[in-house]
């Protein structure tokens, strides 16, 4: 069956329907991973939005059900230029295309997916519509797809009730399993043995309480801390800040999320109140925008947005470049930062944008891209490590 992905300044283009059989509306973005569609199908930052995929195959392994981040895929859409049908993966539970129809997600395969990157890149990010109907009246679609907004899209994917995932983590030569929060006695007392740190640092944050405010979180998150030896309660993005600061936690995470930071007023007050506990606060992606914007700092929406699992970003302490995993359409305006308040900690090495602040007097720190990886890098797992010593600090003083 043919399909049309219809653009806001009338780009048309015609290829093959994949998907659930139904027509949609959303904010155009893309993606430059090599693998790992699964966990973009599953983040939710991806809400409000139907992704392409510059990689030109996607499938080719398959669905495997354990590698998810989130319980259900949440863009509304998928753009690529070939979807495998014949997957090949020993763990491979579903083909793509039988996720997506589960799952009632539209999509659009055959189209020239680095014609639409490089139009979003000129043009910057637009609206669009994937439609079966070869019948449609441009003048009838523009009109919607101008006027089409993400909204508020965080209380769309937040938990509906706080729960405790309990840390001590399953280990492995590579470190922590990131698919359970299991001790693995063995291989710890293996990884003392073998002197191999990376096998015991699970240990690191053994004790220590973690409130985590899922403003649309992946599932690494938690588990990269519970696989540290934190006990992680997640919190609903509505959850007043005084329930937390009564929690006992010797730590907070903002988690990652979607859409405009400043269509949060709500959540934004109230991580002002959490800023002004002197709480010690670790905080990605949303999160970190979200710090910024109670903080007093501004945002701003970007051309095109950085989405893939090969940016560069530079530690401004210690001159150290990670290759990070991003997905995110807005940024922090550095240049309107009162140095009183934070100061900048990472910057992206391609566009000089802000990647991460230290926050100037308080046991804060933020960044812009995601530590848990999945898809991605792991490079800057150590994040984490950061954070426990933060919270082991503040402890023992």
């Not at 992704?51 to 080719?60: D, E, Q, R």
């Not at 508020?152 to 280990?171: D, F, I, M, N, S």
């Not at 002197?278 to 095109?304: P, S, V």
């Amino acid at each position: 069956m043919k399909a049309f992905l219809i653009l806001e300044d009338g780009t048309v283009f015609e290829g093959i329907h994949i998907g659930a059989d139904r027509e949609v509306v959303s904010e155009i973005v893309f993606n430059t991973s090599m693998a790992g569609y699964l966990e973009v199908l599953t983040d939710p930052s991806y809400a409000g939005q139907a992704v392409c995929m510059t990689y030109p195959l996607i499938g080719n392994y398959g669905v495997c059900r354990e590698d998810m981040e989130s319980r259900r895929p949440w863009p509304d859409g998928l753009i690529v230029r070939e979807l495998s049908r014949i997957p090949s993966n020993f763990r491979c539970d579903m083909t793509i295309q039988q996720f997506l129809e589960e799952n009632d997600v539209p999509g659009i395969a055959g189209i020239d997916t680095r014609a639409l990157t490089k139009l979003l890149r000129e043009k910057g990010t637009m609206n669009g519509m994937i439609t079966t109907d070869a019948h449609y009246r441009m003048d009838e679609v523009l009109p919607r797809l101008k006027a089409y907004t993400t909204g508020r899209v965080v209380e769309l994917v937040t938990c509906k009730e706080p729960y405790t995932l309990h840390g001590a983590a399953a280990l492995s030569d590579n470190g922590p399993i990131s698919g359970s929060a299991r001790f693995d006695r063995e291989a710890y007392e293996k990884g003392v043995r073998e002197k191999k740190p990376s096998m015991v640092r699970a240990l690191n944050g053994r004790g220590l309480k973690v409130a985590l405010l899922d403003l649309g979180a992946k599932d690494n998150i938690a588990r990269s801390l519970a696989a540290r030896g934190c006990d992680v309660t997640v919190y609903p993005a509505g959850t007043k800040a005084q329930e937390i600061i009564e929690g006992g936690f010797d730590g907070v995470m903002l988690s990652n999320g979607p859409g405009d930071p400043k269509e949060c007023p709500e959540v934004i007050a109230e991580i002002r109140r959490l800023y002004d506990a002197d709480l010690t606060i670790f905080a990605i992606c949303l999160g970190h925008q979200l710090m910024a914007l109670a903080a007093g700092a501004d945002t701003y929406k970007m051309k095109y947005g950085h989405r893939g699992g090969n940016h560069p970003v530079k530690d401004l302490a210690t001159g150290r470049v990670y290759i990070s995993s991003q997905n995110h359409g807005y940024v922090v305006d550095a240049d309107r930062l009162d140095a009183s308040v934070a100061v900048p900690a990472f910057v992206n090495v391609n566009d000089g944008t802000n990647e991460g602040l230290s926050y100037t007097g308080k046991n804060i720190f933020t960044v812009q891209f995601h530590p848990e990886a999945c898809p991605g890098p792991q490079d800057s797992g150590d994040l984490f490590d950061r954070f426990i010593g933060m919270m082991k600090e503040v402890r023992h003083a």
